[in-house]
């Protein structure tokens, strides 16, 4: 077989959607049915094994997948790399990722929740990637189903032209099997685990809707190839291969969804999924991808996808295993060999490939090399998520992955000494995993602070470092990072003198202080004819920078400041570094209060997707969290409100939605800008200041 | 004093029309011109001069997302600030956008009765009452005749001024005027102000149509394509 007919037989393919779709339990029928895997293990099953893909205790224990697990496997000839990515809306850094390394993706849905909110959001992420989809609609076995009323939903809120290629043979518990309309035959799944198939002719009571849908199917996909429309036209049989062709054709261009649905719980269905993923999800020959040319400004150039060009790599996801840290790695064009050197493009550092191997969960076999268009993970490779490796002389990076702020910090505290050390070993690892979970050690608590993009996101760590690490922890309330700048330009003269016996203290600095936008800090030395010795000037800005970590006023750090020195004094024995700091201290502190300080704190830019019937509620919240709303923008059923909120306003904020919204409203939030606090909530800041520094917490 | 400075550049003043005119409550402007030419420019700055007197402004778009329309208040506010103390610009961005609303709508979700109910959420819940909307991309055809009217209708019973944008195509023998006066069936009461743009050598004429009696002896005013500001008037 030639490389390129090997290439149109590979897959990258996500499986995504809203929480507790069944998307691990679909994937694991998937790993079942391609031999990949010899028993099957429910989610919540009672065997107490748990899904193959949710290798974590902690997924396992909640039912939900928190990090992806890369797996692959075999089908009909075609290889598919499958990412299972997680559904909540804390963790989806997870599905973006596995969005812009993958080529296509499955859309799962309930089918009787239907289009729910994390749906809405997963599919904003394929459209911004533009990842292909098709659509699996999943529980056809529950009560309630209703899988046509879900293809309507598909069409509404998401904008999607979905179109069924099956219909299911019976519904809720008289779910027996799906009638396939490319083939027109009736699909059956007999066997424990539903993994025999038996092809029967349409049962003569559904044969009616049957051929209604196969219809509709044929005019949908006929927009996408003249040959099938002249076939429609002409009234001649249409073969299976055209219309398949054309189906593929549109769901390429992402005009086009294709509708397959079953029950992955009662193995009804699934092998016909991965026949769709075969045969309408593009191979890695057929997407387009580009990297930043850092050579030409970052023009963004296309990539061959040609294993004999030049290596060009991602490193999607780092995951800390038994052996080590475990690289999952992308190849654009190219290839990776055992024993190869490429380069970090971000640390510029050579490094050598030494394992190479194809993860199946947390299991793995290893391989000798992964060419482009393949996903793979490496050994002992020093990198973080997102880097790129490219071969020697190839200066390109890939278009860097969409990562949003962290917008949420907690201060946590080991209870003993033991916890301490395995809290940074944790963190070590979780900030190297998962680039939205950040920490630092505060300089003013001593606390060490962790960031994320929720509640939940850091929950969940601080979970795993009690059950993974056996930390004992202590956390804070959540709290905002606040700011404090200066509003107009103030002139500082301020000498310093000690006189304790033996050497003194001398410096005298003169200046001004003034505001200065979209900087931290800008210091200039407009000292002329020596007046401050020159070994003396970095002593000043020192001095300064040592000041803004913690404002005079209310303690916050302080930004947006610009410090001119032009003018000053010394003295040959007494002055010293130390006096040159001490000066500059003093003249800060001097100017600081006359400079009129305000106190910033972060907005965030908020975007709440609701069924139109809760937009007045919602905007409501909003405006009772100081928020400013921007717009909305109807889009079928949903509206999108657009407002920028004060962080400090929204704790607790996706419970309120929830609860307002019956669980049907989601929203997504990230770091829009800094502005000044209003009067009355600064007075709330100032007395819970001046509590705090009263009990010393 | 920006302030001050910036509501003396009010295209509507420019082109003659009274304040009394374009502030009468339940009042129909439109601005037409062919596509691109620069409808939703103009009626941003309509939108901006309303903003800078402190009124509330609901901009509805049919097609465009949000952000798209929040960058042509940026652009042109920008414009319109070249040359002033960018501090002090700043801070009268920030206080013009809280009181300025987009809502956009897909072209086959919109309909008045919908903008109603959402206005009167809005303002029953004291989260924000216009006094200017501006409806741009909304087909102005027959079709539409009946909810026009509606909203015409609540307009007057809620206090405040309505600007539409018209496209016009080569084909459309009658003048703008002609065409908006057939949607109130020729009485002519519908809309109060048409403004017109047309291509002028390589700039942008605007005019304002008379409407029926009306006498505009104004000379036009120019758009400058680049930054879509009023540029001068021409003499006649």
Known sequence: ????????????????????????????????????????????????????????????????????????????????????????????????????????????????????????????????????????????????????????????????????????????ADLNGIIDLISMKAVYFDGDFGDIIRLEEIPDALMETALEKREELVDAASIFSDELTEAVIEESEIPEALLIDAIRKGTIQREFTPVVMGSAYKNKGIQLVLDAANDFLPSPMEIDNEALNLDCNEETISLTGKKEDPLVALAFKLEEGQFGQLTYIRVYQGKLNKGDTCVNIRTGKKIKIGRIVRMHSDQMEDVEKIEAGYIGALFGVDCVSGDTFAASGMNVSMTSMHIPEPVISLSIKAKDNASEISIAKALNRFTKEDPTFQTFVSN?????????????????????????????????????????????????????????????????????????????????????????????????????????????????????????????????????????????????????????????????????????????????????????????????????????????????????????????????????????????????????????????? | MLKKQLILRDPLSFLGCETDETEIKGNFGAVTSRAGVGKTAFLVQIAISSLLKDKNVLHISIQDPVDKVN?????????????????????????????????????????????????????????????????DGLSLDISIQSELLQLKEYAIKNNFTTWFSMRTHRHQSEDPVTLLQQLDGNNSSLFNMVIQLVPHKDQIQVKRLPLTGECNDRPPLLIDPATMMIKETINK
């Open chain 1, 1 to 172: 077989m030639t490389m390129n007919n090997l290439m149109q037989k590979v897959r990258n393919i996500g499986i995504s959607a809203h929480i507790d779709s069944g998307k691990t339990t679909l994937t694991e029928r998937f790993l079942y049915l391609t031999k990949k895997i010899h028993r099957i293990h429910e989610v919540r099953g009672k065997d107490g094994v748990g899904a193959t893909m949710d290798s974590m205790e902690l997924e396992k224990e909640r039912g939900i997948t928190i990090a992806s697990a890369a797996t692959y496997c075999q089908w009909k000839n075609h290889e598919i790399n499958i990412i299972d990515t997680p559904g909540h809306v804390d963790f989806t850094i997870e599905v973006e990722r596995a969005l812009r390394v993958l080529d296509g993706a499955i859309l799962v849905l309930c089918s009787v929740g239907g289009v729910q909110s994390q749906s809405i959001t997963v599919d904003q992420q394929m459209k911004r990637y533009q990842v292909p989809c098709i659509a699996f609609i999943n529980k056809c076995d529950r009560n309630g189903a209703d899988p046509f009323r879900v293809i309507d939903q598909l069409r509404e809120k998401l904008n999607h032209n979905a179109v069924p290629i099956q219909i299911p043979i019976g519904l809720e």
């Open chain 1, 444 to 697: 003013e608590t001593g606390e060490t602070i962790v960031s994320g993009m929720g509640e939940l996101h850091l929950e969940v760590y601080i979970e795993r470092m009690r059950r993974e690490y056996k930390a004992e922890i202590i956390t804070g309330e959540p709290s905002v990072a606040y700011r404090e700048t200066i509003t107009c330009n103030t002139p500082f003269d301020y000498t310093h003198k000690k006189q304790t016996g033996g050497a003194g203290q001398y410096g005298r600095i003169a200046g001004f202080m003034e505001p200065v936008a979209e900087e931290e800090f800008v210091f200039e030395n407009k000292i002329t004819g020596g007046s401050i010795p020159t070994q003396y000037i970095s002593s000043c800005e020192k001095g300064f920078v040592s000041c803004l970590a913690k404002g005079p006023w209310l303690k916050y750090p302080v930004t947006g400041v610009k410090i001119v020195i032009n003018d000053g004094a010394s003295h040959s024995v007494d002055s010293s570094e130390m006096a040159f700091q001490a000066a500059a201290r003093g003249a800060f502190q001097q100017a600081y209060f006359k400079a009129r300080p305000v106190l910033h704190e972060p907005i965030m830019k908020v975007v709440i997707e609701t069924p139109a019937e809760f937009q007045g509620n919602v905007m409501g919240s909003l405006n009772q969290r100081r928020g400013m709303i921007i717009g909305s923008h109807d889009v079928g059923q949903i509206t999108a409100i657009e407002s920028e909120v004060p962080l400090s306003e929204m704790f607790g904020y996706s419970t309120t939605l929830r609860s307002m919204t019956q669980g049907k409203a989601n929203f997504t939030m990230e770091f829009s800008t800094y502005k000044q606090v209003p009067k009355s909530i600064l007075e709330t800041i100032e007395k819970k200041n001046e509590k705090k520094t009263k009990t010393g917490t």
């Open chain 2, 71 to 135: 960058l042509w208040y940026k652009e042109l506010f920008l414009n319109l600030t070249h040359n002033q103390d960018a501090k002090e610009s700043k801070q009268l961005w920030e206080t013009l956008l809280a009181k300025r609303f987009i809502m956009t709508f897909e072209t086959e979700g919109f309909n008045v009765s919908k903008l109603i109910a959402r206005i009167d959420e809005l303002s029953s819940q004291n989260i924000f009452v216009p006094h200017l909307i501006i409806v």
